[in-house]
C-alpha cells in the first residue's frame, strides 16, 4: 500500500482501502468483496483524496448488492466525504433507487447536509430523480 492509500477511522487507527476494493463495490464484484471483507477489510476504510468508503463507491455505481453486502458487515451509513456527502446523497445524485432504498431501509439519515447545505432530498430533485424524490421524501424531516 502506498502512504496515500492510508486513511484514519472514526477510532483513530490506520484503515487502507485499496484501488481495487473501491472499483470492485462500485461495479458490484460481490465475491472480491466478500473475499476483502472476510480478509479483515474494513467496510468503513476510505481513499486518500476524497476519504469517500467502499458503500460511497457502490451507491455511486449503483450496485444494490454491493450496498445489501457492506451494510450486512456493519457499514457506517452516514459518514461523509471530503465535501460532507453521504453514500445516501451518492445514490439519490445517481437515481439508483435500491441502493437508496437499502440505505433507507437500513437506518440512513436523509436529514445529513454536505458543506453546502445539499441533502439527499435535494440532490435527487437537483438531478430530476423523480422515484428517488419520492421515496427520500418518506423519510426526510424538514427542519
Not at 15 to 24: C, K, M, R, S, T
Not at 38 to 64: I, K, N, V
Amino acid at each position: 500500500m502506498q502512504a496515500a492509500d492510508r486513511v484514519r477511522s472514526e477510532a483513530g487507527l490506520d484503515i487502507e482501502l485499496p484501488w481495487e476494493v473501491g472499483q470492485a463495490a462500485e461495479k458490484g464484484d460481490l465475491p472480491f468483496l466478500t473475499e476483502w471483507l472476510e480478509g479483515g477489510g474494513h467496510p468503513d476504510a476510505r481513499e486518500w483524496d476524497y476519504q469517500a468508503t467502499p458503500l460511497m463507491f457502490a451507491c455511486t455505481g449503483g450496485s444494490a448488492a454491493a450496498v445489501d453486502l457492506l451494510v450486512k458487515h456493519g457499514a457506517a451509513l452516514d459518514l461523509v466525504d471530503q465535501g460532507g456527502a453521504t453514500a445516501l446523497m451518492c445514490a439519490a445524485g445517481g437515481g439508483f433507487l435500491e441502493c437508496v432504498r437499502s440505505l433507507l431501509l437500513a437506518g440512513a439519515n436523509a436529514n445529513v447536509r454536505d458543506k453546502v447545505g445539499m441533502h439527499a432530498l435535494l440532490v435527487a430533485e437537483y438531478n430530476g430523480h423523480t422515484e428517488v424524490v419520492q421515496l427520500v421524501s418518506d423519510y426526510y424531516t424538514p427542519a
